[in-house]
């Protein structure tokens, strides 16, 4: 996540709303991907200061302005009351209760940091108001019955499922808590489990029906992760029972990723964004490992001039990826442990774990729209 500067001159921070050195109100503009400063006119409307956008109007996303779970805005000629994100809600949880609103607004900003990513990345982000065939949508649910919300992960008569069909994604709002999401991640023995980790391996799968299935690249993605028609649930309830095979982390890029080809898949796209947006942040904040920056990764994606020039500008291919985040994941991962924590990124790259990151960032790099 790169950074951003209000007119002031103070560095922004993409959750922000106002900035904390002149006051001034904060709204997301999706079409240029900027956090600016704004100015309220006397129709309810705003001005976006940032020079990207030329004096434009907008108003606040309903989520924002209402339920203050966003800070994204909503050009002035869009007819839809909300943002770019959260249109993408299909069902959100109910709002009476308190509790509900608060885990809710966690939710919407991990959903936030997915889509800055894949509008940056000039994936398709379209809800199923304008492609209901093809279209995505997010359902937010919370377990009818607290008590089972950590029953067996394979049995559906109770606990609701965070996953992926068709098209719409499906987070159990229980992910939004810590307490819990930890518990889960001990009871199924997971190295790695966070909310934004969820939204990116769901993801994952949607655009594998999006970008693989339907292409060119199916038969060389069925060569590296293996075929997906193999029966999911029987796939699922055998890792569930035995777990992962002894030699998994030669293959995969967690355990997780043995189950099926779908998850194979799943679990690299999820890594693959987890790099991506780890090293924009290392690079915004101009870190320097061995002593060469960061560089920036989207240079090696869509090439968009904002990369590609200035004064740290490099060709950043694959390699030089893969290796700044190895790199900036042994660093991390020690100042995790210099505070008492848990590895940041817990995982081991492997040979065959790094060529199919390869093919995740080689199917975007060919198959995004360039700015």
Not at 60 to 80: F, I, L, Q, R, T
Not at 112 to 135: C, M, N, S
Not at 136 to 145: N, S, Y
């Amino acid at each position: 996540m790169q950074t951003f500067q209000c007119t002031c001159g103070n560095t922004l921070h993409f959750e922000n709303t106002k900035c904390l050195a002149c006051g001034k109100p904060l709204g997301f503009l999706p079409d240029y991907r900027t956090l600016s400063p704004l100015a309220q006119l006397d129709d309810g409307r705003w001005r976006a200061l940032h020079e990207l956008a030329g004096g434009g109007t907008y108003r606040m996303c309903g989520n924002y302005a209402k339920e203050h779970v966003c800070n994204w805005m909503v050009p002035n000629d869009d007819s839809h009351e909300r943002c770019t994100s959260c249109r993408l809600n299909h069902i959100i949880p109910d709002l009476a209760d308190p509790k509900n609103h608060r885990l809710w607004a966690r939710i919407e900003r991990a959903k936030r940091r997915l889509v800055y990513t894949l509008l940056e990345l000039g994936l398709p982000v379209i809800g199923k108001e304008d492609d209901p065939a093809q279209g995505l949508a997010f359902r937010f649910l919370a377990d009818p019955d607290t008590t089972t919300e950590f029953a067996d992960p394979v049995n559906q008569h109770a606990r609701v499922l965070t996953g992926h069909d068709a098209g719409t994604i499906t987070i159990n709002l229980s992910e939004a808590v810590p307490s819990a999401r930890e518990e889960m991640r001990e009871l199924l023995n997971e190295q790695y489990r966070t909310l934004l980790g969820h939204f990116r391996h769901e993801i994952g799968h949607y655009y594998w029906s999006r970008t693989v299935e339907p292409t060119a690249w199916l038969d060389t993605m069925r060569n590296a992760f293996g075929d997906e028609r193999a029966d999911y649930a029987q796939a699922l309830e055998r890792y569930y029972a035995e777990g992962p095979p002894p030699d998994w982390s030669q293959h995969y890029i967690s355990a997780y990723a043995s189950a099926h080809p779908w998850e194979d898949w799943a679990e690299t796209w999820a890594h693959y964004l987890h790099m991506i947006d780890t090293l924009e942040t290392a690079h915004a904040f101009g870190f320097s490992l061995a002593g060469r920056r960061v560089g920036a990764p989207k240079a090696a994606i869509v090439g968009r001039a904002q990369y590609t020039q200035g004064p740290f500008a490099r060709n950043v291919t694959f390699d030089a990826l893969l290796e700044d985040w190895v790199n900036l994941t042994v660093a991390m991962n020690a100042l995790n442990r210099s505070m008492g924590l848990r590895d940041a990124y817990p995982f081991a790259l492997s040979t065959a774990a790094s060529e199919k990151l390869r093919l995740v960032h080689e199917l975007i790099r060919q198959t995004v729209t360039p700015a």
